[in-house]
C-alpha cells in the first residue's frame, strides 16, 4: 500500500480571520505601525529642534490642528494597546520563583504599571506640565 | 441514562481513491457523558467500520486523540458532546499532513523532538554506586510545569507560525528542551541552544500565545518560549559585553 499524504493548503494573507485569538495578536502588532509613526515625529521634532526656537514654534503649532490633534489621539489609543497587551503577558516571560511557590502573574503585571505610571509622572514633571 | 442523536461531519480521506479530502455526515445515538471520542467509536462499531483515527487511553494522557473539532484543536477523549450544539465538525489536526481519515502524520514533530535532545543530560556523571542525583523540591518545581506535555501536537495545530514557517522547531518540542534545560541535575542546555536559540528555533516565535490557550495539561508552551528567548539574550549580552563571559 502507498503512502500519499495530503497536505492541506495554507492561506499566506487571510489566516488571522481565522480565530479571534489571531485577530487579537494581530491587533496587538498591527499598533507598531503606530509606535513606529511615533518614533518618526519624534525624529521630525528634534530636527525642528536643531534648527532654532521660531521653526521648532511653528512645527508645535502645526501639531495643534484638527487632523495632528486625531493623528496624535489615535497614536496615543495604539500606544496604550500596544503597551497593555505587552504587560499582560509579562509574567510568561519573567516568572519569579519564591521557594517551591510562583510569585502571581498579577503582581508583575502590576508592577509595569506602577513604573509606567512613575516613568509618566517623571516625564511630566520634567516637562513642567505637573 | 439520558440518550439524544448527535451529528457529526467527520472529514474523510482515502489515500488510495481520494484527490482530496471531503466530509461525511453521521447521525450516532449518544449517551449525555460522552465525549467525541466515544461518538467516533460508536460509528466506528455500528455504522462505519473504516473511519481511521488515533486513540490509546481515553483519559487525557496517552496524547494520541488530538483532532480540530469546531476547528479548535482539543483531545477528542477531553471534549464533552454536551458542551456542542447542532452539527460538529470533526478534522485532522490542522498544520500536519492527512495520512488518512482523521490520522495525521507526525514525523516532523517526532524529527524535531529528537533534535532538541529532550533527555537528562548529566551535568555530572555518577556511578551507580555514588547513588542517586537528588534535587530539591524548589528545584523540582522550575520546571515541574513543562514535564507535564503529554505531546498531543495540540499547540503546532494552534499555532500559526508553524502553519506558516513549517521548519519551526515549535512550541512543544522547544518547551521540552526548557524543561531539562531548567533541571538542576542537567548538563545538556549548551547542546540544546544549538538548536532552539536559532532563528527556526525561539526566533521564530512571535508570541501569538495560541499554544497555551489550547494546551490540555496547562503547561505554557508560550511562556517557555519566551523564558528561552529572555535567557538567550542574556547569553548574547554575557557573550558581547563580558569578557570571558560565553556561556558553558
Given amino acids: 500500500m502507498s503512502r500519499k499524504p495530503f497536505v492541506r493548503p495554507v492561506s499566506k494573507t487571510g489566516w488571522y480571520f481565522k480565530h479571534p485569538r489571531y485577530l487579537r495578536y494581530m491587533s496587538r502588532e498591527v499598533t507598531c505601525i503606530f509606535i513606529g509613526a511615533l518614533a518618526l515625529l519624534m525624529v521630525v521634532a528634534l530636527e525642528r529642534l536643531s534648527q532654532g526656537p521660531a521653526v521648532f514654534d511653528s512645527f508645535l503649532a502645526a501639531l495643534t490642528g484638527p487632523w495632528s490633534t486625531l493623528g496624535l489621539l489615535l497614536i496615543l489609543v495604539f500606544a496604550v494597546h500596544n503597551a497593555t497587551s505587552w504587560f499582560n503577558v509579562t509574567p510568561k516571560a519573567l516568572p519569579v520563583q519564591l521557594g517551591e511557590e510562583f510569585l502571581a502573574g498579577k503582581y508583575i503585571v502590576g508592577a509595569h504599571y506602577v513604573v509606567w505610571g512613575l516613568t509618566t509622572l517623571a516625564v511630566l514633571w520634567f516637562a513642567g506640565v505637573v | ?248
Fill in chain 2, 1 to 248: 441514562m439520558k440518550e439524544r442523536m448527535v451529528q457529526l461531519e467527520v472529514m474523510r480521506y482515502n489515500p488510495e481513491v481520494d484527490a482530496e479530502p471531503h466530509f461525511q455526515h453521521y447521525e450516532v445515538m449518544c449517551q449525555e457523558e460522552w465525549v467525541v471520542l466515544d461518538a467516533l467509536n460508536a460509528i466506528k462499531e455500528s455504522i462505519d467500520p473504516t473511519l481511521s483515527y488515533r486513540w490509546s487511553c481515553h483519559m487525557a494522557v496517552c496524547g494520541s486523540c488530538g483532532m480540530m473539532i469546531n476547528g479548535e484543536p482539543k483531545l477528542s477523549c477531553h471534549a464533552f458532546l454536551r458542551h456542542y450544539e447542532g452539527v460538529i465538525r470533526v478534522e485532522p489536526l490542522a498544520n500536519f499532513p492527512i495520512e488518512r481519515d482523521l490520522v495525521t502524520v507526525a514525523d516532523d514533530f517526532m524529527d524535531k523532538l529528537k533534535r532538541v535532545k529532550p533527555y537528562l543530560i548529566p551535568k555530572d556523571e555518577k556511578s551507580l554506586e555514588q547513588g542517586e542525583y537528588k534535587q530539591t523540591p524548589a528545584q523540582l518545581m522550575k520546571y515541574r510545569q513543562f514535564s507535564m506535555c503529554i505531546n498531543c501536537m495540540l499547540c503546532y495545530a494552534a499555532c500559526p507560525e508553524y502553519a506558516l514557517q513549517p521548519q519551526f522547531i515549535g512550541p512543544a518540542a522547544i518547551t521540552l528542551a526548557h524543561r531539562y534545560n531548567q533541571d538542576s541535575r542537567d548538563g545538556g542546555r549548551l547542546a540544546r541552544q544549538e538548536v532552539i536559540a536559532t532563528n527556526e528555533g525561539v526566533w521564530e516565535c512571535s508570541f501569538v500565545g495560541a499554544c497555551s490557550e489550547v494546551c490540555p495539561k496547562a503547561v505554557d508552551p508560550a511562556g517557555a518560549l519566551q523564558q528561552v528567548k529572555v535567557a538567550s539574550t542574556l547569553d548574547w549580552f554575557k557573550e558581547h559585553l563580558i569578557p570571558g563571559g560565553e556561556p558553558k
